[in-house]
């Protein structure tokens, strides 16, 4: 079932509610690379109650954003883990340039690159019913969504059996918010890796099905990752 990939890394870009989430999983499970969401890596540092946890905490805590220095050094720590040596799959990161810069200098120093960039490429009014539409596992962070994929049991995950709710924050409103911010910050992050030539566009126009993730992955299969 598994297919093996040697040294593929990748970067996962899109708008928020682009899918960055759902693919980033299919892509881990069917390539066997680890997914690393910084959504993830800021509960488990939450959950473990780490001095860097407590950090994450006390912004989160007052509604601000995570600074770049805190969210460069917790991806660092989970790229250095040994499950990320033969590549993975970066969710949510970089995310401004000030953080694809220090990957970049990061990758440099373990003598790695990343290799491949890819851009979901979504339309808006998608975008809105994509969001609103999404759920997700309160205890792992496993995406679901109610238009093609329900956990098997309503509101249980299928994985660890955590509740499976919509995000509190997934209105139309703050959609707007978020695209506003994403646009400002990290849009220039598709310049950044246009100029490296690391960047493929993958249209996301339908709910994920067997034909796009074949095109998905012959698109990765076509780099030329590090053996
Ligand atoms: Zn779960």
Known sequence: MMEQTMG???????????????????????????????????????????????????????????PDELTILLVEKALSDERAANGFVLDGFPRTIPQAEALTEFLEKCGQTIDMVINLIVDESGLIERTLSRLVCIKCGQPYNTMNMMPAVEGTCDYCGGDVVQRSDDTEETLRKRLEAYHASTAPLIDYYKERDLLV????DRPPNEEMRSRLFSMIDGVKGEA
């Open 8 to 66: 593929k890394r990748l970067i996962l870009l899109g708008a928020p509610g682009s899918g960055k989430g759902t693919w980033s999983k299919i892509i881990s499970d069917g390539k066997g690379l680890p997914h690393i969401a910084t959504g993830d890596l800021f509960r488990a540092e939450l959950a473990a109650e780490t001095p860097l946890g407590r950090k994450v905490k006390s912004f989160m805590d007052h509604g601000a954003l995570v």
């Open 201 to 204: 566009a993958f249209i996301n």
